[in-house]
């Protein structure tokens, strides 16, 4: 039987709040420091208070249910008009089961973004991300923060998307000849911590939130 993904836009409540709080408790530490490019540790009670308005912020953010169990977040983050990050968070129990690409169908097929230039960072070697992005049509773009890889996609209208998404799983096993500059796989200690969420610019503070990550499919 296949397993039905409701996916609904969050809002200001204390019940999507509890929705993502519980997403957040049932990810790993690996897949949260992978979300938010942390070198240390990454405790998802501790993550979701340090990250919470963060998780619960975006134009939309995305919520994944599969039997009222959340299952994914979608955070879709515009700091100016035509200009967006993507960041996809998955349960690990459902990772590489579609939740991440029915995430994304759902943001092109709204049609309300045709035009924008939407960005998503990975850490290198995060295969499971990278395939994600390449099935939507993401490209590598030169990257200049160490152990990263960059993404771009200039979003076509719904029509044309699926002809896209088509056309990158056709090819995304093919080499990759752009000229997209591929970071050393390990951690920069003078730099690694957090980023802020919508920009994709180092930050050292504390304060600092990550770039967006997708860890799992």
Not at 36 to 60: D, I, K, N, Q, S
Not at 182 to 202: F, K, Q, T
Request: charged fraction near 25%.
């Amino acid at each position: 039987m296949t397993a039905v993904i409701e996916i609904r836009e969050l809002g200001d409540h204390p019940a999507d709040r509890d929705r993502v709080a519980a997403l957040v408790a049932a990810c790993s530490p690996e897949s949260l420091r992978l979300r938010f490019l942390m070198g240390g540790p990454a405790r998802p009670a501790e993550v979701f208070r340090r990250y919470r308005r963060f998780l619960l912020a975006g134009t939309p953010a995305l919520l994944a249910l599969r039997d009222g169990v959340p299952v994914g977040l979608l955070n879709f983050a515009a700091e100016t008009p035509g200009e967006a990050e993507i960041g996809i968070l998955v349960a690990d129990p459902w990772q590489r089961q579609g939740i991440g690409s029915a995430l994304a169908r759902w943001l092109w097929a709204s049609g309300r973004w045709p035009g924008w230039t939407v960005r998503a960072t990975v850490r290198a070697g995060n295969a499971g991300a990278e395939a994600l992005l390449l099935r939507q049509g993401f490209r590598p773009v030169p990257s200049y923060e160490r152990g990263e890889r960059d993404f771009a996609l200039v979003v076509p209208d719904w029509a044309t998307m699926t002809d896209v998404m088509k056309e990158a799983a056709d090819d995304a096993d093919t080499p990759r000849a752009d000229g997209a500059e591929r970071r050393s796989a390990g951690a920069d200690p003078g730099r690694r911590g957090d980023r802020h969420a919508g920009r994709g610019r180092a930050r050292r503070g504390p304060a600092g939130v990550p770039a967006a990550l997708l860890p799992g499919r």
